[in-house]
């Protein structure tokens, strides 16, 4: 407690301060004005009027809850911890439950609150809807009712607000009005229809009501009340006959009915009987054409029914309605063939997808791909119409198979497309109604996932291919990039723009953009958040920056050269659009608003294309290329970016610029160290490039060979290639030449070099790689860099050379296949599903581990290449000078807890195979290696050695034992 006598915010304050000694008044004060409104208190009210969350030996854990919650909103195991504990609270107070004081309030709003701030990020949590009905329910019971008080008072403000309440919830989540009547706004109905006890409360709430508006009508009371009730099971049925505990519901409307003549005697109401008889009738046939557990006995039960009414019209009954039960029992035993109410774990809290950052995030990976993959089942199985219903309920059924499955995952954009994907093309309604429950379907799932771009983006193609309106598609991206402006977001609206508005509309856009969006680079430009001054200057430096005058000419400026390309003429239509984006920038400010996302690449790229080819203007396009590289220098890296740009430049015939572009863009990525498979893409560019440059002057072919020698030298290079042999550097290739071991390879570097020696060695593989990058020979993936599988066995990709051409090139697939980790009967059957690692990728994975400079080394390959038992220790202990020239010997210290995992792990219980006994062993005679007399394929481990280790390590606990 602070010296003001107020208590710290716990929920949605900062840290806790709080000691646990600390006293805090019981009855904090609490905001009334929400008292006002029929919807859930949002917000957790703070301080917790409990004593005990304060202070006492549970208060930590209390506030660890709250905590967590705090930082994290989609913390599951923190909302559950701090729901257990809010039950608890409503289990104590509920004998107090109607004391009208300050206390009791604060206590049951504090509940609220608590449940209507997690069913604010869970909107779909059935389990947590049906606790607060209960809680609303017995907070607006009168005397004489379920949870009333016990002695009779006046209806309170909080017990009518508990009833509108109450009236809210049901037509939120169930999509139906107190009365029984459907909400007309809301298309799709409620999504939490599935839930058997939401209706049965339901039922509960109707029954209330019917009692209440009946008890001045003696009379027709229990009439009135049983006509109420049967529609509010009618209603009900209509949702959960067909879930998978529908039984619950059938059984409860059977025991209603039921209950209308208890005991038949001779002075009944036979008119009810005959109602009663009649009603009994409708509700088993209709259950046993149902899936359901306990059917059987359902149908037992039917049986006696009907032969207590008539024999006669019993046996024509059941024997209409007995294949219809047959194949309902069928349909539920297939059913659960395929999927489980357990197994979809209906009533888990629908968090967003595993975030990387998550410490198990490989898990939960794999428990969200494995639990939607059964969802997905589970609507697949619904399409296939298992229950041969017509198509008007098949809809209904598969519908509802979706909103199960939008309850469980909410957060994930992809169900949403699913579901409206459904509505779209599937549905048995008008085509325009398909198209308004798709956009209804799409609407909902960007309220609840604001930040979907792709979301936005499909219920705008929805809107433009299936309404009559198809420009309406614009208001779509708009509403969404006020709301969550990104670059995506900004590439489809300009797209959308540029085919119904025009060119210079689409170019507002891209100067929109560019103010809007923020970068990740403190060097770079920031979103504009300035003066208008500001914003002048800023678009006065564009407008001119990428233009240089010279003899009257417009110039433009790449790697700061001076080659000439457009006109002064060029560019009068992007000065006009800059102009005109003044005027559009967006000035509101709305508090929901997400912040701006990164740009990216795309942006330019997409401006430029669109100049380009659809406004025919490739200087403008080009200018807009080089403004990007400009204010953004990471885009040198990209290599799609610097493709396209590239691109341009060829078809603009622009040799100058475009070998400063690709120098600057090598550059680049060398500069960074991890982007090695850019800069292979980028290297391959340069090639390409220089072969097409090639054609038209001799003088260029000496610039293609030198590009040719300095891709393969940055790509792989000695740390990679064995010069040796052309293939890849391994344990084997260590031998003993002169007074160290060192790899064959290395010594010919040496005395060579390296260019020498590879091309001499992999000439026509580096020939082979070449024709590939230009596209004359192959299917266009050879990289000196990636070792990519290709199909061996279907030679037409390489029937543009001879029979000879095609063998080799099949020989080299094969060697590229074995370096990259396959077996030779992998290589040769070439099954297209597995992806093949590149060499510096297989190193990445192996060690992960980089020399200097960011050149990978040859150490992380032969751990690569060693048994896989071998490798985590090899991981663990740096090889010695012996065995591995480029490193040092291991300290004393890795040497002893090498060796210390050696006796503690066991060995395997088979031998591996493969590998030889060393020459010294032969001469010796020691054949302690091999179990038997087969000492051809002798590299496991014998018994003798299996002995002295098992020896060792039970001499281990002895000797510990004899110390103690």
Same mark, same amino acid.
């Given at each position: ?83 257990? =504990? ?94 029984? &009547? ?95 008889? #009649? ?42 309605? *007995? ?111 398909? *198209? ?6 799409? =609407?909902?799932? $960007? ?15 929805? #809107? ?69 001054? %500001? ?183 000695? &740390? ?12 084997? %290739? ?70 000879? %051409? ?45 020399? $200097? ?100 390590? &039970? ?10």
């Amino acid at each position: 407690v602070n010296v003001t006598g107020q208590a710290p915010s716990i929920l949605l304050g900062g840290e806790d301060t709080i000691e646990e000694d600390e006293a805090m008044p019981l009855a904090p004060s609490v905001d009334t004005s929400v008292e006002t409104s029929d919807e859930l208190i949002s917000k957790i009210i703070a301080p917790s009027p409990y004593s005990h969350h304060i202070s006492g030996p549970t208060s930590s854990r209390f506030r660890n809850a709250l905590n967590r919650i705090n930082s994290n909103s989609f913390d599951v195991e923190a909302w559950q911890a701090l729901m257990t =504990e809010t039950n608890t609270c409503w289990r104590s107070i509920q004998p107090v439950l109607h004391n009208n004081d300050a206390d009791t309030h604060s206590k049951l709003d504090w509940m609220e609150s608590c449940y209507g701030n997690l069913l604010h990020y869970f909107p779909y949590a059935a389990s947590y809807w049906e606790t607060i009905i209960e809680m609303l329910l017995a907070r607006s019971a009168r005397v004489g009712e379920e949870g009333g008080p016990y002695s009779e008072i006046a209806p309170t403000k909080r017990a009518r607000q508990s009833e509108a309440k109450l009236e809210r919830v049901f037509r939120d989540i169930l999509g139906i009005k107190i009365e029984g &009547e459907l909400v007309d706004e809301m298309k799709l109905g409620g999504m939490c229809t599935s839930s058997v006890e939401i209706w049965l409360l339901y039922i509960r709430k109707r029954v209330r009501d019917a009692n209440r508006q009946t008890i001045s009508q003696p009379d027709e009371r229990k009439k009135s009340i049983r006509e109420i009730t049967v529609k509010a099971y009618e209603s009900a049925v209509e949702y959960t006959s067909f879930i998978h505990n529908n039984h619950i519901i059938w059984k409860h409307y059977l025991g209603y009915v039921k209950g209308w003549i208890p005991t038949p005697t001779l002075n009944q109401d036979h008119t009810l009987a005959q109602e009663q008889m #009649v009603q009994l009738r409708s509700v088993y046939q209709r259950l046993v054409t149902h899936p359901m557990l306990g059917l059987d006995q359902l149908w037992q039960e039917y049986e006696l029914f009907e032969r207590g009414q008539s024999e006669a019209l019993a046996v024509a009954l059941i024997n209409e309605f *007995a294949p219809k039960k047959q194949h309902a029992r069928n349909v539920y035993l297939d059913r659960n063939r395929v999927f489980t109410a357990s197994d979809l774990q209906m009533n888990r809290l629908a968090a967003p997808p595993a975030h990387i950052n998550d410490e198990d995030y490989s898990s939960k990976m794999l428990d969200e791909h494995r639990l939607l993959t059964l969802w997905k089942k589970r609507c697949a199985y619904e399409r296939t119409n298992p229950e041969r219903l017509n198509p008007e309920e098949l809809t209904h059924r598969t519908r509802q198979a979706y909103k199960d499955l939008i309850c469980a995952f909410t957060r994930h954009p992809e169900v949403w497309h699913m579901w409206s994907s459904w509505e779209l093309l599937q549905t048995a309604a008008k085509c325009s109604e398909k *198209a308004e429950c798709a956009i209804a379907v799409l =609407e909902l799932g $960007q309220n609840l996932i604001p930040d979907c771009t792709l979301l936005a983006y499909a219920r705008a193609q929805v #809107v433009e291919l299936n309404t009559s309106q198809p420009q309406d598609c614009l208001k779509v991206m708009e509403v969404f990039l006020d709301r969550c402006p990104n670059t995506l977001g900004f590439v489809l609206y300009q797209k959308m723009l540029r085919r119904y508005k025009g060119i210079n509309e689409a170019r507002v856009v891209f100067a929109k953009a560019r103010r809007v969006l923020r970068t990740g680079n403190s060097n770079e430009d920031k979103t504009s958040e300035g003066t208008a001054e %500001d914003m002048k200057k800023e678009e006065d430096e564009d407008a001119t920056a990428a233009t240089t005058l010279e003899n009257g000419k417009r110039r433009m400026v790449t790697n700061r050269l001076d080659p000439s390309i457009a006109t002064s003429t060029d560019i009068s239509d992007a000065e006009k659009a800059g102009e005109e984006s003044k005027e559009h920038l967006s000035t509101k400010e709305d508090p929901d608003r997400i912040p701006p996302g990164l740009i990216t690449w795309q942006l330019y790229a997409s401006h430029a294309t669109m100049e380009h080819r659809l406004n025919h203007s490739p200087t403008i396009a080009a200018r807009v290329y080089e403004l990007g590289l400009r204010k953004h220098s990471s885009f040198l890296t990209k290599a799609p970016y610097v493709q396209r740009y590239a691109q341009l430049l060829l078809e603009l015939r622009d040799s100058e610029n475009l070998r400063a572009l690709l120098t600057r863009a090598v550059a680049a990525c060398e500069a960074d160290g991890n982007k090695a498979e850019a800069a292979a893409a980028i290297w391959d560019m340069t090639l390409r490039f220089e072969s097409i440059l090639s054609g038209a002057d001799p003088s260029n072919i000496s610039e293609l060979k030198l590009v040719e020698r300095q891709r393969h030298a940055a790509i792989l290079g000695v &740390e990679i290639e064995d010069v040796s042999t052309g293939g890849l550097l391994g344990s084997a %290739d260590i031998i003993q030449i002169g007074g160290q071991k060192t790899s064959l390879s290395e010594q010919l570097v040496r005395a060579e070099g390296y260019d020498i020696s590879s091309s001499i060695v992999n000439g026509m593989g580096r020939m082979v790689d070449v024709l590939e990058v230009m596209g004359l020979w192959g299917n266009d993936s050879g990289s000196a860099g990636k070792r990519k599988r290709q199909p061996m066995q279907n030679d037409e990709d390489w029937s543009a050379g001879g029979k000879s %051409d095609a063998s080799y090139q099949r020989r080299l697939n094969y060697q590229k296949m074995l370096e990259s980790g396959e077996s030779a009967d992998s290589a040769l059957n070439m099954d297209t599903g597995t992806k093949i690692l590149t060499a510096r990728e297989r190193i990445q994975a192996a060690a992960g581990v980089a020399s $200097q400079g960011g050149q990978l080394n040859a150490v992380a390959l032969l751990i690569q290449q060693s048994p896989e038992w071998l490798r985590p220790l090899l991981q663990l202990l740096p090889a010695s000078r012996m065995r591995m020239a480029i490193l040092g010997k291991p300290p004393p210290h890795l040497v002893e807890s090498a060796l210390s995992t050696l006796r503690s792990c066991t060995l395997p219980a088979e031998r591996p195979a493969g590998g030889s006994i060393p020459r010294k062993r032969q001469r010796e005679g020691d054949d302690s290696d091999d179990d038997g007399n087969d000492l051809s394929g002798g590299g496991g481990y014998g018994s003798q050695f299996r002995a002295r280790q098992k020896a060792r390590q &039970e001499a281990i606990p002895n000797q510990q034992n004899g110390v103690q």
